[in-house]
């Protein structure tokens, strides 16, 4: 089954504690991004990938890194985690934008609280 | 830049009730438009696209028409149900290939019985 799998998908955890959300898909998708979902604010996007070794900054970059060393996973990476990232975050991913139109898929889900 | 606005939820209708949840988007040349649907608890999934002007995208009895004229992409469903109870996302994807997708920030949508 084709899908994009995160784990955890429910974390709770500290200040400062560093902490990796899992993301990998199975579709052989170059295209991988993370967003967070906060009530009022919708969807924003932290990073992208637009293939191996090629990362850049979304929307909200700052406080989390990224890294992209194999095409089916791309880890989120938060190395001192704040109570203004407690969040919902999304990884998805999609064939190379551009060629033609592209839906992305989104994985279920990870619930982070950090006290 | 590109920019999607969709209107402020929530939005309340009792079933069988007839759904419009309007978008206008802002986009340099001719982006593809997208719904995608959230269900309690779920990632984003797609619900329907259109990737040119006059488009019309269907699924599920949704529907919505890509209308170059008036920015728009409305999503419409003549009678909805319990079932259809989520949170829409309107967005837009830059054929440029450069510009990730951009999203609205979303419309809650509660159908009671």
């Known amino acids: 089954e084709a899908q994009v799998t995160q784990n955890p998908r429910y974390l709770i955890t500290v200040t400062g504690k560093k902490l990796t959300v899992t993301c990998s898909q199975n579709m052989n998708h170059e295209y991988m991004s993370w967003y967070r979902q906060d009530p009022g604010l919708g969807l924003r996007q932290i990073y992208y990938?637009?293939?191996?070794?090629?990362?850049d900054k979304g929307d909200v970059p700052e406080g989390y890194k990224v890294s992209r060393k194999e095409k089916r996973n791309f880890p989120l990476i938060l190395e001192s985690p704040s109570p203004n990232q407690t969040s919902l975050y999304f990884c998805a991913s999609s064939p190379i934008p551009g060629q033609g139109s592209y839906e992305q898929y989104f994985g279920p889900g990870t619930r982070l609280t950090v006290t | 830049g590109n920019s999607v606005t969709q209107m402020e939820g929530p939005v309340t209708l009792s079933e069988e009730a007839f759904l419009t949840i309007n978008c206008t988007y802002t986009?340099?040349?001719?982006?593809?438009l997208f719904w995608y649907v959230q269900y309690p608890g779920e990632g984003l999934q797609l619900l329907l696209k259109?990737?040119?002007?006059?488009d019309k995208g269907s699924n599920k009895g949704f529907e919505a028409t890509y209308r170059k004229e008036t920015t728009s992409f409305h999503l419409e469903k003549g009678s909805v149900q319990v079932s259809d109870s989520a949170v829409y996302f309107c967005?837009?994807?830059?054929?440029?290939?450069?510009?990730?997708?951009?999203f609205g920030k979303g419309t809650r949508l509660s159908v009671i019985a």
């Open positions: 259109a990737t040119k002007a006059d």
């Open positions: 967005a837009l994807s830059d054929r440029s290939g450069n510009t990730p997708l951009v």
């Open positions: 990938s637009m293939n191996v070794e090629v990362t």
């Open positions: 986009a340099t040349g001719y982006p593809s």
